[in-house]
């Protein structure tokens, strides 16, 4: 009945794949340019003498000097990071302060609640009533089944 037709691209379609196709080399020449260095040894930084730490770089250190660098490094860096966390805790005691009061009030009131509500279950029902109960459901549907078969 339907006969399928070959699809025909449209003309727009067609000069769109030409401007494409006239893009795409200068584009791969540009990206082949810029990764392919034309110096075949890496540039290395020349580092100064003086730096940040006072760590002469020209001298040769004992293995003694370098521990004793790394140790105070160590100190340093660990008394940094718990004076920042320290830091970081306060601000956000001090940020979140109002939302602890809300919800420790909160707290307080659903805790209140649940006492009264389970001082309130424990005066309904009496502990022995639970065992006394379940077996008298179980008699009652074992009478209620004996029942039934006498009745057939």
Known sequence: MFRSKKA???RRLIE???KLRKLTLPMLLLCLA???NPSAQPQRKKLSSENVFGIDLERTYSGN????MLSVMAE???????ESYAEGFKAAALRYAPETAY???INENLA?????LSRQCSRSVPLWHVPLFCCAGIMLGYGIRVAGEKLR
């Open 16 to 18: 769109g794949e030409r």
């Open 112 to 116: 209140a609640e649940n006492g009264r």
């Open 76 to 82: 340093e860096t660990d008394r940094a990071i718990e």
């Open 8 to 10: 025909v691209p449209s």
């Open 65 to 68: 000097e370098v521990d004793e």
């Open 34 to 36: 810029v990764t392919v």
């Open 103 to 105: 919800f420790s009030d």
